[in-house]
């Protein structure tokens, strides 16, 4: 399976954007799938995720409210809809994914990944 991120641009602080994750060589069946984020010169971070044995939707706190990440059936992409974007919000975009296991925030514990879309918020 191979992930593609997608949707990351620049736009002014309150804006909206919404990122994309398509899955090829393969869909989201069984698949805990996750955003996490890389803000310039810090370490990667959560940002959200779905835990495949459940519709249980997970955020980070400082996202809570104007993050909402979405799927569909297995063969949809995943999106991330970030509403009222904060200039903090500014980083690489990842989407991961891993199969069959127990659900975690963990970036280790994530076997798939997407390239990377950058989102620059301007203030």
């Known amino acids: 399976v191979q992930l593609q991120a997608s949707g990351g641009g620049l736009v002014q602080a309150g804006g909206s954007l919404r990122l994309s994750c398509a899955a090829s060589?393969?869909?989201?069946?069984?698949?805990?799938v996750v955003w996490f984020r890389q803000p310039p010169g810090k370490e990667r971070e959560f940002v959200a995720g779905i835990n495949w044995r459940a519709p249980i939707l997970y955020y980070a706190d400082d996202v809570k409210g104007r993050f909402t990440i979405s799927k569909g059936s297995a063969k949809n992409p995943v999106y991330l809809q970030m509403n009222n974007l904060k200039s903090e919000d500014t980083a690489v975009y990842y989407c991961a994914a891993s199969y069959g296991r127990t659900w975690s925030r963990r970036e280790e514990d994530y076997n798939y990944w997407g390239q990377g879309t950058l989102v620059t918020v301007s203030s």
């Open positions: 060589g393969g869909t989201f069946s069984r698949a805990n």
